[in-house]
């Protein structure tokens, strides 16, 4: 049976969707500069993105309930002092299948769901490494949080009552919302601690569509 030469565009969706053995990296940065101290004890108050397939994922907070899971260059997530990567293990999942992975996933990830103690950026990346490695994260990276309550003590007050608002570029709203938005802005930056709002101000993220999760 005489064979035929593929397109160039049809390799590419081959290439793409076929089996891979993708590295996982978690990318580390400082919150604050008191980690430079709270790092030699196996402590500190952390942001971590989850690099794989060229591109790092994580997980931060705005007042809206769509996704906060958001995609950056990896290593330069802003707002934040990148500290250091340490490579998770490798994953199967071919780029299609993880971009169909993340986008499920972040239907679970809401920006107004975001807590700096019960559900943070390094509970998404935990969530993520465990789906595509089967190992947690290093336990140094979210041993603040585990603690609890008790880590509101910990934290420095510009971190607890901060109210640094980042809003997804796809959401489109009223003059009557915009007005209640601004409303709640304000109301936002006056209980500052709430919902614990720590993502970048600038446009240097692209948030994740997300897809409805299946019922099972």
Same mark, same amino acid.
């Given at each position: 049976m005489p064979?035929?030469?593929?397109?160039?565009? #049809? !390799?590419?969706? #081959?290439?793409?969707?076929?089996?891979?053995?993708?590295?996982?990296? #978690? !990318?580390?940065?400082? #919150?604050?500069?008191? !980690?430079?101290?709270?790092y030699m004890f196996g402590v500190g108050i952390f942001h971590s993105g989850i690099e794989v397939h060229g591109m790092e994922y994580g997980f931060g907070a705005h007042e809206y309930s769509t996704s906060g899971v958001f995609e950056v260059e990896p290593r330069s997530c802003p707002g934040f002092i990148f500290r250091r990567s340490v490579l998770l293990g490798s994953t199967d999942m071919n780029y299609s299948q993880f971009r169909s992975f993340i986008e499920r996933l972040s239907a679970k990830y809401h920006g107004d769901t975001y807590h700096l103690i019960a559900k943070n950026c390094n509970h998404f990346t935990d969530e993520v490494c465990q789906q595509l490695t089967g190992k947690p994260i290093p336990a140094w990276v979210n041993r603040l949080a585990r603690v609890g309550s008790f880590c509101n003590c910990l934290l420095p007050e510009s971190l607890q009552v901060s109210a640094v608002r980042h809003e997804p570029d796809h959401l489109g709203h009223s003059d009557e919302e915009d007005s209640e938005s601004d409303s709640a802005s304000v109301d936002s930056e006056e209980e500052g601690s709430k919902h614990h709002l720590l993502t970048p101000t600038n446009g240097d993220v692209n948030f994740i569509k997300e897809k409805p999760m299946a019922l099972q």
């Open positions: 064979s035929f030469p593929r397109s160039s565009s #049809l !390799n590419k969706v #081959l290439d793409t969707d076929k089996k891979t053995n993708t590295m996982v990296y #978690l !990318n580390v940065y400082d #919150l604050t500069p008191a !980690n430079n101290y709270l």
